[in-house]
């Protein structure tokens, strides 16, 4: 007898059917032919590991959130340097031209 290779998507959709309890678990491994023991197998690892599926979520969020803030911190670091250069600009501006007016 050989072994059926299963996806990890079809892993999945076993064990949410086994988790939801809408359908038996004689019926689950008659549809898909699998035995009982795989299926309580990928229900635990689903039940277990789960949660690592939002974390790896949240670090991508995380991470693409501190990209953000880096790139609008240079963002803000240059307006900063253009105010300083535009404010000196208008200061000399206003010498050479013999205003006096450095408003």
């Not at 076993?14 to 019926?27: P, Q, S, V």
């Not at 609008?72 to 000196?88: C, H, M, N, W």
Request: hydrophobic share 35%; charged share 30%.
């Amino acid at each position: 007898m050989s072994r059926k290779k299963w996806s990890p998507s079809a892993k999945f959709e076993i064990a949410l059917l086994a988790i939801k309890g809408e359908t038996t678990l004689n019926e689950i491994c008659k549809r898909y032919e699998v035995a009982p023991c795989q299926v309580h197998a990928w229900k635990k690892q689903l039940l277990e590991q789960g949660s690592d599926l939002f974390a790896k979520n949240n670090k991508a969020a995380d991470t693409a959130a501190t990209e953000l803030e880096r790139k609008q911190s240079k963002l803000y670091e240059k307006i900063g340097q253009l105010t300083v250069e535009r404010d000196f600009l208008k200061k000399s501006w206003g010498k050479l031209s013999g205003n006096g007016d450095e408003s």
